[in-house]
């Protein structure tokens, strides 16, 4: 056994600092970013926020309400083959679509049939094909073996896998051919990994420390998870993320197709809900690591996006960063009592 003595923060644990600022209008920030993949060496931009690949969040809808702010998506896994094909025909819903899978020989040759249907046998200098390696263990020695394998099948592409929360495995995803690690376990709120299995990682600290090692090996890091207001977004940006993905704040919206009466339903899917609806249902040596709820609707997304996109803005006038990719080198972190801070709307 060990105990590690030093604290360990989630976002509700700190603010930022303001700093001396120059700018009269949050219109003068710029929260978009521009990146070069690690491997591929593919340059994309975009508002580098992700819907989680959930399939009560990241549907076609969404990645089409999303697209119109440059926001991303990760596609849930479960759409059909047909069904991707036509959505992906139209080139323009690929600039900013990650396609998810999640780490097995089956779900590869599925890919491997869907990129052979869009692009034909190989992708343009010009073309993005974004990858989503999506498992709740990314520390299983078979998942890193499948890194490397989905690298070699798809050399062109921009590949994000996960998820982990310390520096030794991002060192190794991104060596093994991810160009992004993917960030959290049990942060999520409808995730009760932590609960379930005692294991876990606060929020805030799994960014900071992947988010350093990624960068010194020219890669990226996505925090997945733990977000509950805009300035938990700022916060996370604050610490490094390079992506942040978000699930329960965009829950709920009428793009997530799935309303029930004057409610919608939010699972997570580790939970028995999912296993039940996709698996056919919960093999009786797993234990359910999600829950379901189901949550007011909350009508079109625009205005959640736009309220995300703002408070952004107004954080970056606080902290005099003028792009995106500045804020962390203006943000400084306190801490704050949380019963206080949880008072105070923190």
Same mark, same amino acid.
């Given at each position: 056994?060990?105990l590690?003595?030093d604290?360990?923060?989630?976002?509700?644990?700190?603010?930022?600092?303001?700093?001396?600022? *120059?700018?009269?209008?949050?219109s003068?920030?710029?929260?978009?970013?521009?990146?070069?993949?690690?491997?591929?060496?593919?340059?994309? $931009?975009?508002?580098?926020?992700?819907?989680?690949? +959930?399939?009560?969040? *990241?549907?076609f809808?969404?990645?089409?309400?999303?697209?119109?702010?440059?926001?991303?998506?990760?596609?849930?896994?479960?759409?059909? @083959?047909?069904?991707?094909v036509?959505?992906? +025909?139209?080139?323009?819903?690929?600039?900013?679509?990650?396609?998810?899978?999640?780490?097995?020989?089956?779900?590869?040759?599925? @890919?491997?049939k869907?990129?052979?249907?869009?692009?034909?046998? *190989?992708?343009?200098?010009?073309?993005?094909?974004?990858?989503?390696?999506?498992?709740?263990n990314g520390?299983?020695? $078979?998942?890193a073996?499948?890194?490397?394998?989905?690298?070699?099948?798809?050399?062109?592409?921009?590949?994000?896998?996960?998820?982990?929360?310390?520096?030794?495995?991002?060192?190794?995803?991104l060596?093994?051919?991810?160009?992004?690690?993917?960030?959290?376990i049990?942060?999520?709120?409808?995730c009760?990994?932590?609960?379930?299995?005692g294991?876990g990682?606060?929020q805030? $600290?799994?960014?900071?420390?992947t988010?350093d090692?990624a960068?010194n090996?020219?890669?990226?890091i996505?925090?997945?998870?733990?977000?509950?207001?805009p300035?938990d977004?700022?916060?996370?940006?604050?610490?490094?993320?390079?992506?942040?993905?978000?699930?329960g704040?965009?829950?709920?919206?009428?793009?997530?197709?799935?309303?029930?009466?004057?409610?919608?339903?939010?699972y997570? +899917? $580790?939970?028995?809900?999912?296993?039940?609806?996709?698996?056919?249902?919960?093999?009786?040596?797993?234990? *359910?690591?999600?829950?379901?709820?189901?949550?007011?609707?909350r009508?079109p997304?625009?205005?959640?996006?736009n309220e995300?996109?703002g408070?952004?803005r107004?954080?970056?006038?606080?902290l005099?960063a003028?792009?995106l990719?500045?804020?962390?080198?203006?943000?400084?972190?306190?801490?704050?009592?949380?019963?206080?801070?949880?008072?105070?709307?923190?």
């Open positions: 056994m060990l590690e003595p604290v360990k923060l989630d976002f509700q644990d700190v603010l930022i600092v303001p700093k001396r600022s *120059s700018f009269s209008s949050r003068q920030v710029n929260i978009t970013r521009e990146f070069v993949s690690l491997h591929a060496q593919k340059k994309f $931009s975009c508002t580098p926020i992700i819907s989680a690949n +959930m399939t009560t969040v *990241s549907t809808d969404m990645a089409c309400a999303l697209e119109k702010h440059d926001w991303m998506t990760a596609l849930h896994k479960f759409y059909s @083959l047909k069904e991707l036509d959505f992906g +025909m139209q080139y323009e819903h690929l600039k900013h679509t990650f396609f998810t899978i999640g780490a097995t020989e089956r779900e590869l040759n599925f @890919l491997k869907f990129k052979k249907e869009i692009y034909g046998k *190989s992708i343009g200098p010009e073309d993005l094909f974004f990858i989503c390696l999506d498992v709740a520390y299983l020695k $078979s998942f073996e499948f890194v490397k394998k989905v690298r070699r099948t798809f050399p062109e592409s921009i590949i994000m896998a996960g998820n982990v929360v310390t520096k030794d495995m991002t060192y190794q995803l060596d093994c051919g991810a160009d992004i690690v993917k960030v959290g049990g942060p999520g709120s409808v009760q990994t932590r609960k379930i299995t294991v990682y606060p805030l $600290s799994a960014i900071i420390e988010a090692a960068h090996r020219g890669g990226l996505c925090g997945d998870g733990g977000c509950v207001c300035g977004v700022v916060k996370a940006f604050g610490g490094g993320a390079d992506f942040v993905m978000l699930g704040m965009l829950a709920g919206h009428d793009e997530c197709n799935c309303k029930i009466d004057n409610c919608s339903k939010f997570g +899917m $580790s939970s028995s809900e999912a296993m039940e609806k996709h698996y056919g249902g919960k093999a009786n040596y797993r234990a *359910s690591e999600g829950k379901c709820v189901t949550i007011p609707n009508g997304v625009e205005n959640t996006i995300i996109n408070g952004l107004s954080a970056m006038t606080y005099g003028p792009r990719k500045d804020v962390p080198k203006s943000t400084t972190f306190i801490r704050v009592n949380r019963q206080l801070n949880n008072m105070f709307g923190g």
